[in-house]
């Protein structure tokens, strides 16, 4: 039988999701079989698994330190909000339904907590370390009934829990405190020690405190993470959205129900990249509309606000427009959707000679791709796609020749006078694909040519773990687990 241990954090953003990334590859490195396992995500930035279903891109990460393929059972449940107090409910990878948040709370969570367990289970029964991530804070008063995240997960696994804060923010030794005295005496049982992430200066000077909590609780302070800066994305609750203008201006709408927007770390990376949310902000060299959850009710929002006609005046005057996945639809000339928003007809912005059909079923593959658009074509690149609708083009942006490793011809996306759309998500990942577009932009502002750096996510994850691993006490970790 494996051993389980579960990271929980003071708050939402405390480092759970990067903590237990790093636990697994130092756990793998030294020879351990280990998986990741979190009940439940709330999440719009899904991946997908070897299986062909959606989970979150942080146990998707969190597999990948454990040297492992990304499989559902790391995150059998998957909540994808869509606004109005509603989420989409995925299990084990594929979606069962729109649910409210009352409704949800109050009668599907046991069901799906009681299956989720099971899987929990058989982790266990398979694996030397399952490494859990717990989500938001263990002791939300409102919402520790319900709560199948946290110490419910840590107790049916007789798990050992580290409890982490974030010491950048301020406040994580009364965060600490306020976490330890809510919880109930079988809780705070099963709290192995503490982890203070992202801290800046002299670990040294917070000795006192660290006194008080081993004191206090008798609970080990297990390490100072240092703050840094990395390339690994993190929750899609807590990010920040850049506003950054580079030397190419490249602004992202950034819609109310956006989703996969990792798909544009490398242009942020390599220029910067600018997120907008009004139509007088709109006046980029490229404009991309991203993906989203409820790609009819964002349209209509852009159009409500003006940033469908800001975006049309931009193009008119020279600037670039993509479109990826729900991004694409929109910039298409109609949708039929009586699946998603059930609005039935509506005109998108007319800038791609496309029509798009919502569809009850969702296609979630790994693709490989040839581009077709002339600047660019002749290269392959690889990408996936989430999506329910089906769109027709005559000027086709790809060739699709595999899905999910077997040979396919399809195909994908659309291009017109300066505007593309793609299903492609991770299209930008593609380094050589992302470096040939940019150049040809800065071209023609008169630009030097760069080189977008091959940035590799193996590399960043090994790094950072590198980090963890001269941060905290492992043995002692391993010696509490019994190993």
């Known amino acids: ?57 942080a146990q998707y990460l969190q597999a990948l330190a454990c040297k492992k393929k990304p499989s559902v059972k790391f995150n059998p449940i998957l909540l994808k909000p869509e606004g109005g107090m509603r989420s989409q409910v995925v299990f084990m990878g594929k979606p069962i339904g729109s649910v409210s948040a009352r409704k949800y709370m109050l009668s599907k969570k046991e069901e799906l907590f009681s299956k989720a367990m099971k899987v929990l289970d058989e982790l266990l029964e398979k694996h030397d370390i ?14 520790k ?63 006192p405190g660290f006194d008080y909590l081993e004191g206090r609780y008798g609970k080990k302070v297990l390490g100072v993470v240092p703050y840094t800066e990395h390339k690994i994305p993190e929750e899609d609750s807590l990010t920040e959205f850049p506003k950054v203008k580079g030397e190419l201006h490249i602004q992202i709408v950034k819609l109310p129900h956006i989703s996969n927007f990792t798909d544009f770390e490398p242009l942020h990376w390599a220029n910067g990249i600018d997120y907008v949310s009004n139509a007088e902000e709109i006046k980029g ?62 005109n998108g912005v007319g ?17 490989k791709a040839q581009i077709l658009w002339k ?31 077997k040979p396919a011809f399809e195909y994908d996306g659309a291009i017109g006078e300066r505007v593309f759309g793609t299903y492609l998500h991770g299209i930008f990942h593609n380094f050589g694909f992302t470096e040939r577009f940019l150049n040809m932009l800065r071209a023609e502002k008169g630009l030097e040519p760069i080189s977008v750096g091959r940035w590799s996510l193996e590399e960043e994850i090994e790094r950072f773990a590198k980090l963890v691993e001269k941060s905290i006490d492992v043995d002692y970790i391993l010696s509490k687990l019994g190993l």
Not at 44 to 51: D, T, W
Not at 358 to 366: D, E, P, Q, S, V
Not at 375 to 386: A, F, K, R, T, W
């Open 1 to 57: 039988m494996g051993k389980a241990l579960m990271i929980q954090g003071t708050s939402s953003g405390a480092g759970k999701s990067l903590l237990a990334l790093a636990l697994c590859r130092i756990f793998s490195n030294l020879g351990y079989d280990v998986v990741t396992f979190k009940s439940q995500n709330m999440s719009l930035n899904s991946a997908l698994s070897i299986e062909g279903g959606e989970i979150s891109r």
């Open 130 to 143: 399952v490494v859990i991530e717990g989500a938001g804070s263990p002791v939300e008063i409102n919402l």
């Open 145 to 207: 009934d319900y709560d199948i995240a946290n110490m419910r997960v840590a107790k049916h696994a007789n798990a050992k829990v580290i409890l982490v804060t974030d010491i950048d923010r301020g406040g994580s030794f009364a965060s600490i405190v306020g976490t330890m005295e809510l919880l109930s005496e079988e809780e705070r049982k099963l709290v192995m020690g503490f982890i203070f992430n992202k801290f800046r200066g002299d670990a040294s000077l917070l000795k």
């Open 285 to 346: 060299d490229v404009i991309i509309v991203p993906g989203s959850k409820n790609t009819v009710e964002d349209l209509l929002w852009m159009r409500e606000n003006g940033i469908e006609d800001a975006i049309l005046e931009a193009h008119k005057d020279g600037a670039f427009v993509i479109g990826v996945c729900g991004g694409f639809q929109m910039l298409g000339k109609k949708i039929i959707d009586e699946i998603e928003s059930k609005r039935g007809k509506i």
């Open 351 to 367: 800038l791609l000679e496309t029509k798009t059909f919502f569809a009850r079923t969702k296609r979630t593959n790994h693709l």
């Open 375 to 405: 600047p660019l074509g002749d290269m392959v690149v690889e990408g996936y796609e989430i999506r329910m609708g089906r769109s027709t083009s005559e000027r086709p942006f790809s060739v699709i020749h595999e899905i999910n490793g």
